[in-house]
């Protein structure tokens, strides 16, 4: 099946502004299952250069950066991918001990995945929440990460929020809504408490609807051996497929910001964006 992704991204200022260097974040990243066949990405305020470099967690990201004063900044974007036939559960769990929890992670991959396995403070009442899910899922490690995920989406109501960082995950819990990235963020804090590696993904979901409105999305990834990492997506209740299309993971959700960069100058700004995805 291939995949046309146009998304424009524009911020206007009511003064003139210097623009920072700028990183962008809006590569979809290829997987066995998911080629990227074009890529293309204008500016509409004239950058003075332009690189394509990989971050600390191994995203590409698009460097701009600027000489000019400008009122506008504009970011036109258009993907074409084509994804196989895939099927999210064919993994086994290697080795055995990685099954059931708790498990341990070697030196070695604690060293890797440390970002990824850092802890936060989060209520007792949503460690309870998470413990009957263990418990009901006979402390199997799939099925708890599985059953976590589908029990979000049934208590929570899934919101838009265009931009801000994640909730925290006490204030999620309490109010049961919040945005793809809360309910993300939420899960991932949850996971950690339990040891497993767990980091924040952006990108975009297709799916049919009748009149289609896309935006982008936000999900996790768990890191258990013979799985690799693998998506969750608790704003769906569903382990991601062929038509999750991942842009940027990391351990901070931060990080995986589409526009990363500041401004020199007092004007107030206004974000207008507009996404669209084709099946062809």
Request: net charge negative.
């Amino acid at each position: 099946m291939n995949y046309k992704i146009i998304h424009e991204t524009t911020y206007i200022f009511d003064d003139d502004v210097f623009l920072e260097p700028h990183y962008l974040r809006f590569r979809p990243k290829q997987t066995a299952f998911i080629e990227l066949t074009s890529f293309s990405i204008a500016l509409k305020s004239e950058p003075e250069g332009h690189s394509v470099i990989e971050d600390e967690e191994h995203n590409t990201i698009d460097f701009y950066w600027f000489e000019k004063l400008t009122t506008s900044l504009t970011i036109h974007v258009q993907s074409c991918l084509q994804t196989k036939e895939h099927n999210p559960f064919n993994f086994i769990v290697h080795p055995d001990s990685f099954n059931t929890l708790p498990f341990a992670y070697s030196a070695h991959q604690q060293q890797i995945l440390f970002a990824s396995l850092q802890k936060q403070a989060i209520a007792q009442e949503l460690v309870d929440y998470a413990n009957a899910i263990l418990d009901a899922s006979h402390f199997n490690t799939i099925a708890f990460v599985t059953n976590l995920t589908s029990q979000i989406h049934q208590d929570f109501i899934v919101e838009y929020r265009e931009d801000g960082p994640p909730l925290s995950p006490n204030s999620t819990f309490k109010m049961k809504r919040g945005s793809c990235r809360d309910l993300s963020w939420m899960q991932i804090a949850l996971l950690r408490n339990y040891g497993i590696a767990a980091r924040f993904v952006s990108g975009y979901f297709y799916f049919d609807m009748e009149k289609p409105i896309y935006e982008l999305h936000a999900w996790v990834e768990v890191f258990i051996p013979g799985t690799g990492w693998l998506g969750f997506d608790p704003s769906h209740g569903i382990l991601t497929g062929n038509t999750h299309f991942a842009v940027a993971s990391s351990a901070i959700p931060e990080n995986t910001m589409p526009v990363s960069g500041g401004i020199r100058g007092s004007a107030t700004s206004k974000l207008t964006t507009n996404l669209t995805i084709i099946k062809q």
